[in-house]
Nanobody, 127 residues
Framework: QVQLVESGGGLVQAGGSLRLSCAASGDTFTHYALGWFRQAPGKEREYVAAMGWSSGVTYYGNSSLTGRVTISRDKARMTVYLQMASLKPSDTAVYYC???????????????????WGRGTQVTVSS
């Protein structure tokens, strides 16, 4: 049973940085892509970035975070990271980790591409 557990969220001042972690378990993830989405109150879930677990190929969305965010993974720790910099109050959201088996890279921006989701971690950026 695949489980994804996010951590690293919190309150940060505008201009600050955060690194989110997603601990993955329950599979080898050989054929998976792991991604990050975010959802602000009253808004749809928004794609941020994804990474092929085996290939290490990274994919970034068109969110306002693009250019300020880096996705990476540590295979030994079975963890995917989302490093965010120059945070703005508009980045305030719940950030979710998601996993997709046998993915198509051209669909990684779509919520329904992912079969497994974590519960999310809150990121709040104060002005």
């Amino acid at each position: 049973q695949v489980q994804l557990v996010e951590s690293g969220g919190g309150l940060v001042q505008a201009g600050g940085s955060l690194r989110l972690s997603c601990a993955a378990s329950g599979d080898t993830f050989t054929h998976y892509a792991l991604g990050w989405f975010r959802q602000a109150p009253g808004k749809e879930r928004e794609y941020v970035a994804a990474m092929g677990w085996s290939s290490g190929v990274t994919y970034y969305g068109n969110s306002s975070l693009t250019g300020r965010v880096t996705i990476s993974r540590d295979k030994a720790r079975m963890t995917v990271y989302l490093q965010m910099a120059s945070l703005k109050p508009s980045d305030t959201a719940v950030y979710y980790c998601a996993a997709s088996a046998f993915y198509f890279d051209y669909r990684l921006h779509q919520v329904d591409q992912y079969e497994h989701w974590g519960r999310g971690t809150q990121v709040t950026v104060s002005s």
